[in-house]
C-alpha cells in the first residue's frame, strides 16, 4: 500500500521567507510526527498530532515554527522568517497505534536549504 | 529527558561477516526500542523493533538484543551484504512521551565485497 508522501521533495528558499511543508500520513493512520535531520545528524522530534487531542508541540525550537493537521489526516509544517540554520531534511512519521506509541513509518523527507 | 547514544559511529566490514551496533539509554521507564536503515536521499526505514518484555527478537539476518537492566540494545546483521551498506539508527521510545522517538546519532555501515 502507500507508504508516507511528502511534498516538495526538496525546497531552497531565500532567508526571511516563509516556506510550508506537506506530509501525507499512512491512510488510517492517527498520530503524525514531524522530525528534523540536520545535516550528518541524528533525527530531532519537532511535533507530534494524536486523533483530536492538544499536539506535543515541545520539539519545536522557536516559535517561527508551526504545524497544523487537518482533518485528521495531512498536515503542514510552516516555518516562518527562515534562517539558514533552518536548513535540513525534515521527516514526517505516522503510526497506526491510538496510543501513539510503537511502529512509526517515515517518508522520504523535504530537503530544506536557506540561501 | 531520554539521552540515547549508539557506538560506533562508523563501521567497516567485511562481506560475510557480521556486524554489531550497541545503544544505550537513560531512562529505566522507556519500553519501545526500534532500528532504522536509512539509505542515500530516502527516509528511515524500520527494520526490526523490541519491546521490554522481550530480550531478543530476530528476524532472518537481523537481530536485536535488549538488557533492561543495564540499559543497553544492540543490533546484530549476520552474513552482511553490500546491500546492508547504510546509516543504522536506533531509537527508544518513552514511556509518557505520548509516542515520540529518541533517536541515536546514527552508525554508517559499509560492507565491502
Known amino acids: 500500500g502507500a507508504g508516507v508522501s511528502q511534498s516538495p521533495s526538496n525546497k531552497v528558499t531565500e532567508k526571511g521567507k516563509d516556506v510550508e511543508l506537506r506530509c501525507d500520513p499512512i491512510s488510517g493512520h492517527t498520530a503524525l510526527y514531524w522530525y528534523r535531520q540536520s545535516l550528518g545528524q541524528g533525527l530531532e522530534f519537532l511535533i507530534y498530532f494524536q486523533g483530536n487531542s492538544a499536539p506535543d508541540k515541545s520539539g519545536l525550537p522557536s516559535d517561527r515554527f508551526s504545524a497544523e493537521r487537518t482533518g485528521g489526516s495531512v498536515s503542514t509544517l510552516t516555518i516562518q522568517r527562515t534562517q539558514q540554520e533552518d536548513s535540513a531534511v525534515y521527516l514526517c512519521?505516522?503510526?497506526?497505534?491510538?496510543?501513539?506509541?510503537?511502529?512509526?513509518?517515515f517518508g522520504p523527507g523535504t530537503r530544506l536549504t536557506v540561501t | 529527558g531520554e539521552n540515547v547514544e549508539q557506538h560506533p559511529s562508523t563501521l567497516s566490514v567485511q562481506e560475510g561477516d557480521s556486524a554489531v551496533i550497541k545503544c544505550t539509554y537513560s531512562?529505566?521507564?522507556?519500553?519501545?526500542f526500534p532500528w532504522y536503515k536509512q539509505e542515500l536521499g530516502k527516509g528511515p526505514q524500520l527494520i526490526i523493533d523490541?519491546?521490554?518484555?522481550?530480550g531478543e527478537k530476530k528476524d532472518q539476518r537481523i537481530a536485536v538484543t535488549l538488557n533492561k537492566t543495564a540499559k543497553h540494545f544492540s543490533l546484530h546483521i549476520t552474513e552482511t551484504q553490500p546491500e546492508d551498506s547504510a546509516v543504522y539508527f536506533c531509537?527508544?521510545?518513552?514511556?509518557?512521551?505520548?509516542?515520540?522517538?529518541?533517536f541515536g546519532a546514527g552508525t554508517q555501515v559499509v560492507v565491502t565485497p
Open positions: 531509537a527508544v521510545q518513552e514511556w509518557d512521551s505520548w509516542g515520540k522517538l529518541q
Open positions: 531512562d529505566s521507564a522507556s519500553n519501545y
Open positions: 523490541i519491546r521490554s518484555n522481550v
Open positions: 512519521a505516522s503510526s497506526a497505534r491510538t496510543s501513539g506509541r510503537g511502529e512509526q513509518y
